[in-house]
């Protein structure tokens, strides 16, 4: 093996996996309906949790295989202590070029300039209606002021881009995406819709809507154009004509993307989770904590990587990923 070829993760389908979405917590302090049930408690114990360390340690070695995008993720990420801390460590790494955050924002507001001095590059904020009530209805708590907040903030900490998430269900109304376009234009932001997926029980019963007819419609208002930029992520963004608006459409129900799949997953107790619509795993938290070498750590990560499923089957098995999504990492 050449050493080029020993800085790539290649799958055995021939997809090069160069971005984790690393888990810091499956806590949240909300109840988004398509993702964590009310009452839910069977939380990870904290003795369980990979520390700051370990997560250093297995991003070292994504990074040596030749892993550059790292989206830390949750639960809610910023109920993790300290997270400027680990931002920190990670920015340091060696190949590590870009750290971004997914966040519901209801603490960013308080977080975002340190994020920002410790490295932190992007953040993606969940945001899925600019109606108090609505979203309140969705995520369980009426923190849209909040989130509005932690918006403004990432946009004062000179966060570029900073991204909009908004879950597309068979609810979300052409007046709640309008209010978003609408906002996002005047502020800047990148909007990126996304099918529900039958993660857990609350994503089935929430249901998936197809974002095509969505899709064309928009393209048509605001004489979209598809762009030549691609990030990490699954997303395939459209521009407006005259450059003030771009927005993503992720679409794993209605028009997946699995050939071109570069990423997996680690939760927050060091399990790798090779897709996101199968139940393919492999434990990294043991060989950590059995004295596992750098070397070993790395051939465990290649031994993952080359488990990693062809596709999802979402379509065809709905009712077969029964973890509830914030247990694998956003």
Same mark, same amino acid.
């Given at each position: ?39 839910? /408690?069977?939380?990870?114990?904290? /003795? ?11 991003? /070292? ?258 009712? /077969? ?10």
């Amino acid at each position: 093996m050449t050493q080029s070829e020993n800085k790539q993760l290649i799958d055995s389908f021939d997809r090069q996996i160069n971005y984790v979405r690393l888990s810091v917590t499956d806590r949240c302090d909300l109840r988004c309906n398509y993702c964590m049930p009310v009452g839910f /408690k069977n939380y990870e114990e904290p /003795k369980d949790w990979l520390t700051f360390d370990e997560i250093e340690r297995v991003i /070292k070695a994504f990074a040596d295989l030749g892993v550059g995008s790292i989206r830390v993720t949750g639960g809610e990420p910023l109920l993790r202590k300290n997270l400027p801390t680990l931002i920190a460590k990670l920015s340091a790494l060696d190949g590590v070029d870009d750290i971004s955050l997914s966040t519901n924002a209801t603490r960013l507001s308080e977080y975002a300039l340190d994020l920002k001095k410790a490295g932190l590059s992007r953040v993606n904020v969940s945001l899925d209606s600019l109606d108090a009530q609505r979203f309140a209805n969705i995520c369980g708590r009426d923190v849209l002021e909040r989130v509005l907040e932690g918006l403004a903030a990432a946009k004062k900490a000179d966060f570029n881009p900073v991204k909009i998430n908004t879950v597309y269900s068979p609810d979300t109304t052409d007046l709640e995406i309008d209010r978003l376009v609408a906002y996002c234009i005047e502020n800047q932001f990148v909007l990126r819709l996304i099918e529900v997926m039958p993660v857990g029980d609350t994503g089935r019963n929430v249901g998936s809507k197809s974002l095509q007819e969505t899709k064309n419609r928009l393209s048509t208002q605001f004489n979209l154009i598809d762009s030549i930029e691609r990030g990490p992520g699954p997303a395939s963004y459209m521009v407006s004509a005259n450059n003030q608006f771009k927005i993503g459409f992720i679409t794993p129900m209605s028009k997946h993307f699995c050939a071109s799949c570069n990423r997996v997953r680690l939760s927050v107790n060091g399990t790798l989770y090779l897709c996101l619509g199968q139940n393919d795993k492999y434990e990294l938290r043991p060989l950590l904590r059995e004295g596992a070498s750098d070397n070993e750590l790395k051939d465990a990560i290649r031994t993952a990587v080359n488990m990693k499923p062809e596709r999802h089957e979402f379509n065809e098995s709905p009712t /077969k990923i029964i973890r509830v999504m914030a247990r694998t990492g956003g």
